[in-house]
């Protein structure tokens, strides 16, 4: 494995007590693989990136439990020099605001340069021409020129492109993808992930991608991980999780995508709200919003069983998955 | 950009006439500009009518202050109270009150920058509560209290510094007069810097930059500073022509013969020339300090300049 | 292709816009998920509106608390200040001219012989009510100008702001020098006076800026495509999300205005004997620092803690009402 994460336990101190953002979330991804994590607004999958990219903000946040192997090291035993090392060299990532995420005082040229100065020592010219090659290999007009723009001369995709050159700009074994396209017009997103598949599979490299997006990931991703109030409720090779899934929750999303096929009927949707975190719910956290909640479920944290059938490599956290799986 | 220019510069004309004009007018309507000029006895009618006639203080307030413009573009401000050019008095008075405002600036910019970038790297520690509550008893201490306390303790208790400017004012003399004069500025400038940090501190391209695998100290000089100090050099920007025109309480508690100095006696004595004078060219002080500011704005931040 | 994100303008200090509108408070991006940090907790629990929500937090919040009950007792004893003061601030006695602190005189007497304690206490009515006074002044002229200059734009918004840009061009201080140096009448109305006229440009600002964020959210939009009227859109839709920088703001100048007006008076041209206000008694007892620091330092302490009051509550408002900077 590339990446292991183990047992990850992630959490922030608020105002109104302490927030639960990431409770025992274990995930892997091996190089030249994609793995998709789906999930809510605070359902912990970003906590659980940033946790693994270096970058989560402490204090408030704090890993209380957990491991980061990554290529057998411990990320979280690391000293922060040799972390720093680590980000951007050997582990890049792509946010999902472009035009936030670069700094607007600088030239993107400049921006892009700065990964050679800082990681590779080279001269400022080499690292001049070198951020040219990056963008055009992002397949940016005119790089010659654009290089000496500020990032607000561009436009949404061409910002995003300029992201993902930096990301692979000292070609990383690892790229981590925070919603790449959710701030992109729906005709560039499809451009965008084209440049991202591409990129990883010349470089192959491990790529995770988050999103909410299920649409994106039936198209590039290897395996699924779905994530709900900072727990991995379902893990599965990416065709099984479309054919069945093993959640109820990842059935509810499924079931919320508009579909040609059932033009006219109603759209479902999940009801209820993502629970508050810093007062999850006992048992399975899901439960309140659960069609096939019991007693059970109220009290009983379900544990991430082996459901594997067919193939090998899946999970589900359902008590009741074989109900979900064949229901 | 040079479009930009000539049009902040047009921008500029109404509110340096409108400014002046409203001076102008404060200063003769309100009081009686030859009361102060036949010394310190009252005029005789005849010696007083004489007198408004040579000056064209007969002729209608507009009218007066055309002229007087007129007379201040060809590089005559009239005479002061003592006979003297107003424009030798501002010789004089000028050099002074400028030392005074640079020894002000630097204080703003060295110690108000660097404790606001310490407050605002470490929000919420005690450097942080500590130097936000010494910022708020600053600026809510009003100068001229500040003045007198330090002036009684460094001056008279401790015997420091002389309590009174000597009139060759040289810099090492104006430290503490400076620091008084720069007292509330240096108090929001801390703020604002922190503040500023603080805010850019959590924004999307600094956690990119972190994310880029940057050192700690690169993170914060080449991405966080360039960023957050662009509203206070802004700020600092605009403070010099405040700074020059709220130097009088400044000028009077340390007894330094500058603009400010010039300026109070002008009132005093009701010379309409003086105090017209003095503040005719405070304000070209202060809208030329906005237009530079303005510029360097758009120098520190791209988008503008090409927005 | 063509830039589709609008660019936000950067938050500025009042007086240094390029030329366009500098709205106080720049529009928050709201990202799709963010760690649950410490203010985006539980908005769905319980939804509290910008009102309660921050009169909630200034209820815990001890420096409100502390500078809420000073400034509640300085208005108190500018009320009333019998209640802790017996004798008459003029009643002065040139033999005892800079005696320090005897039984009955706790704070000693000046340079006149009049009573420090006495004169403190009676100080307090002249700052009170020049700062109260002048900050409803400056916050009715300011809003109304300001707010319906945002509101309306076009000429009208035009020339007022170029007329407080000619405000803003004057110091302070020596606007008050001159147009005061003049006046004979010894009460506080010119002082008021004087604030109002060159303090209503900052309010105006503020308003002007707020109004012109507040008229572009869409509940606005909504409500003058239903055909609301001006009036209605002004004052029921408009104002209510206006108003709060303008309250934050004209606290904050309330501490300022007491500490300009003890500037003024310490210059000559404020108030004058035999008024009675702590710029004055800073003023006379400043020659004779020497002998009687007494003089000086009990009004000096009384001025800055109440500028420091009316300034921490502002600043408390401010935290309280901008969640953003929490």
Redesign the interface.
Known sequence: MLLEVRDLHVEFHTRDGVAKAVNGVSYGVDAGETLAVLGESGSGKSVTAQTVMGILDIPPGRVTAGEILFEGRDLLKLKEEERRKVRGAEMAMIFQDALSSLNPVLTVGAQLAEMFTVHRGMSRKDAHAKAVELMDRVRIPAAGERVKQYPHQFSGGMRQRIMIAMAMALEPKLIIADEPTTALDVTVQAQVMDLLAELQRELHMGLILITHDLGVVADVADKIAVMYAGRIVETAPVHDIYKAPAHPYTRGLLESIPRLDQKGQELYAIKGLPPNLTRIPPGCAFHPRCPMARDVCRTDVPPLYDVTESDAGRGSACHFWRECLHG | MGR?VV??LL?MI???I??TL??FL??NV??DPIAGLCGDRECDPATAAQLRHEFGLDQPVWQQYATYMGNVFTGDFGTAFNGQPVTELMGTAFPVTIRLTIVAILFEIIVGIVLGVVTGLRRGRPVDTGVLLLT??V???????TG??LQ?LLG?KWGWIDPAVSSEAAFGELIVPGLVLASVSLAYVTR?TR?SI??NR????V?????????RH?VIT??LL??SL??VV??I??DI??L???A??TE??FNIHGVGYQ??QG??R?NTQT?VGF?TV??LV??VA?LV??LL??V?????R?? | MPDQEPYEPERAVAGTGMGGTMDLGASEAVTLEQPPGPDGADPREKPRSLWSDAWHDLRRNPVFIISALVILFLIVISLWPSLIASGSPLKCDLAKAQEGSQPGHPFGFNGQGCDVYTRTVYGARTSVAVGILATLGVAVLGSVLGGLAGFFGGAGDAVLSRITDIFFAIPVVLGGLVLLSVITSNTVWPVIGFIVLLGWPQISRIARGSVITAKQNDYVQAARALGASNSRLLLRHIAPNAVAPVIVVATIALGTYISLEATLSFLGVGLKPPSVSWGIDISSAAPYVRNAPHALLWPSGALAITVLAFIMLGDAVRDALDPKLR
């Open positions: 930009y049009r902040r921008q109404p509110v340096f409108g400014a409203l001076i404060m200063v309100m009081g708020l008893v600026i809510s201490v009003p100068t001229f209290v007198l306390l009684l008279v604002l503040t603080a805010e959590r924004s999307d391209y956690r990119t930059a972190i994310a880029k695998g940057l050192p690169r080449r991405h360039r960023n662009i509203p802004t700020f920007g605009t022509g405040a020059m025109g709220g009088i309480v009077r508690i300026l109070y009132i005093l009701q105090v503040v405070l304000v202060f809208l906005n500011v303005d704005y758009a520190l931040d791209p988008r503008i090409y927005a």
